[in-house]
């Protein structure tokens, strides 16, 4: 190939050598509450330092815990927060933030990502008791192991137990125990004694944050397994957020979805309409901590170097070769001018109609999960196609499968899995099949025809598999001249 009028875009951005040496396992991409707690784990959680290098502090995050320390500090009366229901939307790893954030703030790291934080609050949090409720992690039978406010760990069963626990040891199980013993007890402790439980770090001078996620993964199992819990987790969650909301100091975050689609069946509707209507009581509108205008910044800070993504106006020369490309192609874009530029750089590498093809039809299949499966499906197409992709920027291009190499790309296939588990007028379609049937018939056409140096074809097949997913959903030739253009 002739000298290109741009550098391959794995020149412009440098993938992190994690990334590159496949040690990065896609269990990265889920967030686990439950291991920062317990300190184990991946790191890239557990470690202030490495999660607010990670960490883009978008928007409604900030706003988020704005909030939620201003709370925590007496000047607010938002006790109670609902996370919105999307998967793989961001929602646990908010409640890491707001962890981080404010249960040793002094010993925050000197990190931009903090300080934009510091910045948006306007206040130094006050420092803070966290107590967790990863109902994920907590065992129907045998319930959760965690660690007392002297670090000593116990095993407990039930959800109050375990919150007392974390809240004040032995002696928060002692309060809620009728004879005062350091025990459980079996049902939902009522609202006074919760107060008094809450009340009891600030003898300390410490306020109270209570994370809770995935209430639904447990709900589901626990009351099919025993169904008088479903009025004991009622009384249990109705009883903790007037308790919240009376104690100024004191906040909840919620997070209800079970990340387990089975788990939204009929039954499980049922009892997430029951549980919503108990949190919706006392809270402020829902939040939605990652929005599709992140999804670009949050791509980068998760895949490159961060003193190759520092600076934006390195990525001008390769953005504006780009528009060459697609100008040249689609009139609309042409008349935008600036602002389609401004686009192209703020979502740089990667093509902004690519991400938002992903972000905005994929996430309507049940199995692509919003940030992590846009996360997920970008780490197997950018770890292999750095090793050999010529073009200026991140597009169906990276799904290809090596230059000579038939068949479908890992990425690819990871994409066509997800769109293959749909069912659609009671049938399946095996889009692995029609991919590689598809792809090998543009491989033909690409042979005959010169002029096409960057696997045209191929890319379009992508393109318009991409766009036409959930079924129903089409391509139009703009879609794919858009995906397509960049290399001219
Ligand atoms: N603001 C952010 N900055 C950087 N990465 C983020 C941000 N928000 C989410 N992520 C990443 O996106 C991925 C999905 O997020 P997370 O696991 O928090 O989603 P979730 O809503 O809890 O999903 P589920 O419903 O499956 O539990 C994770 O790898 C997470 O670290
Ligand atoms: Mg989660």
Not at 133 to 155: C, S, T
Request: proline share 7%; hydrophobic share 40%.
């Amino acid at each position: 190939m002739s000298k290109l009028p741009w550098k391959p875009w794995h020149q412009v951005v440098q993938l992190r050598p994690d990334l590159l040496t496949g040690e990065l396992s896609m269990t990265q991409f889920a967030a686990d509450l439950y291991d920062v707690v317990m300190d184990r784990g991946s790191s890239v959680y557990r470690t202030p330092y490495e999660f607010f290098s990670l960490t883009y502090p978008t928007y409604n995050l900030r706003e988020l815990a704005k909030d939620v320390v201003h709370r925590l500090a007496g000047k607010s009366d938002k006790a109670v927060r609902q996370l919105e229901l999307t998967y793989g939307g961001g929602k646990t790893h908010t409640e890491i933030t707001l962890f981080h954030l404010v249960r040793d703030p002094a010993s925050l790291p000197d990190l931009p990502t903090v300080h934009e934080f510091r910045q948006h609050i306007g206040m130094t949090p006050p420092k803070t008791k966290v107590a967790v409720l990863p109902f994920d992690k907590i065992d129907v039978e045998k319930g959760m192991e965690v660690p007392g406010p002297n670090g000593v760990l116990r095993w407990l069963r039930h959800p109050w137990s375990i919150l007392a626990y974390q809240i004040a040891g032995s002696e928060g199980l002692r309060l809620l125990h009728a004879d005062f013993k350091d025990e459980e007890r079996d049902g939902a402790p009522a609202e006074p004694l919760l107060v008094d439980l809450l009340s009891i770090p600030r003898n300390e001078d410490l306020s109270v944050l209570i994370l809770i996620d995935e209430v639904m993964t447990y709900a589901y199992d626990k009351i099919a397994l025993d169904p008088p819990w479903r009025g004991r987790l009622k009384n249990f969650f109705q009883y903790l957020t007037q308790a919240v909301t009376k104690l100024d100091r004191c906040s909840i975050i919620a997070s209800l979805l079970a990340s387990e689609p089975s788990k939204n069946d009929a039954f499980g509707k049922e009892i997430a309409q029951e549980i919503f209507t108990i949190f919706r009581r006392e809270r402020e509108e829902g939040i939605q901590p990652v929005v599709k205008e992140d999804v670009g910044e949050i791509l980068r800070r998760r895949f490159f170097v961060p003193d190759s993504i520092r600076d934006s106006q390195a990525f001008r020369p390769n953005v504006v070769a780009t528009l060459q490309g697609v100008t040249a192609l689609d009139d609309p874009t042409k008349k935008e001018g600036n602002a389609a530029e401004q686009r192209y750089l703020a979502s740089y590498p990667f093509h902004p109609d690519l991400t938002e093809v992903l972000y905005t039809k994929w996430t309507q299949l049940e199995g692509f999960q919003r940030t992590r499966g846009v996360l997920r499906t970008f780490a197997l197409a950018l770890r292999d196609a750095a090793k050999w992709d010529q073009s200026p920027l991140v597009g169906p291009n990276v799904f290809l499968t090596e230059p000579g190499k038939p068949g479908v790309s890992a990425a690819a296939r990871e994409v066509s899995d997800v769109a293959s588990k749909e069912e659609y007028e009671g049938k399946r379609q095996e889009w692995d099949k029609i991919l590689e049937g598809e792809l090998a018939k543009a491989r033909t056409i690409q042979e005959e025809m010169s002029g096409l140096n960057f696997r045209e074809v191929e890319q379009a097949v992508l393109a318009t598999f991409l766009h036409s997913q959930p079924v129903g959903h089409r391509a139009s030739l703009r879609d794919v001249t858009l995906l397509v253009s960049p290399a001219r």
